[in-house]
């Protein structure tokens, strides 16, 4: 679907601008098919429920880095006495300043089994990623759902000649049909 110009065919060339909303409106409608979201009632309420979620796994992320900081000294014992034993003694020997951190880290340490201690923090960690991960995807929604919500004035307004003419051609073919 070319002009031609001189012989030359030419192809028309959609603005960025415009493609860019057109990929919007796309998702947007998409995003409505699959959640079947009619009205704007519906709209409001998954925004509601969004929010929710948004709250509630919120609030789960603060516990998560409550215990992260809780556990911060631990965590940084096992790192210091990691980071130690990776360590080649014979061809580096330890400083007085490397032996006393690591005498430090290991009497922190000495209370708790390491292994299980790992494992906490292996978990932790994981748990924090899920959360944040779970909250970047919900606040995307929601963003996604603010912006049909702002964008749905403006659509009613511009489908509002083809739903008028689409409710006149319907009652022209009930009058047809009688």
Do not use: W
Request: include cysteine; aromatic fraction near 6%.
């Amino acid at each position: 679907m070319g002009l031609v110009n001189d012989g030359v065919q030419m192809q028309h060339v959609v603005p960025p601008r415009e493609l860019k909303r057109f990929e919007q409106l796309k998702k947007a409608a998409a995003y409505l098919t699959i959640n079947k979201i009619d009205t704007l009632e519906q709209l409001e309420e998954r925004i509601a429920d969004l929010t929710r979620q948004i709250d509630y796994k919120t609030k789960h992320r603060i516990i998560l880095n409550g215990q992260k900081k809780r556990q911060r000294p631990l965590y940084e014992a096992l790192q210091t006495v990691a980071m130690f034993e990776t360590r080649d003694e014979a061809a580096c020997p330890l400083s007085p300043e490397e032996q006393n951190k690591l005498q430090k880290a290991q009497q922190i340490l000495s209370k708790t089994p390491i292994d299980i201690l790992k494992l906490e923090r292996e978990r932790l960690y994981a748990d924090l990623v899920e959360v944040n991960r779970a909250l970047r995807d919900l606040k995307s929604e929601l963003h996604l759902c603010e912006q049909i919500e702002a964008d749905s004035t403006h659509i009613h307004e511009n489908l509002q000649p083809f739903l008028t003419e689409d409710r006149e051609l319907k009652q022209e073919y009930m009058n047809y049909e009688r």
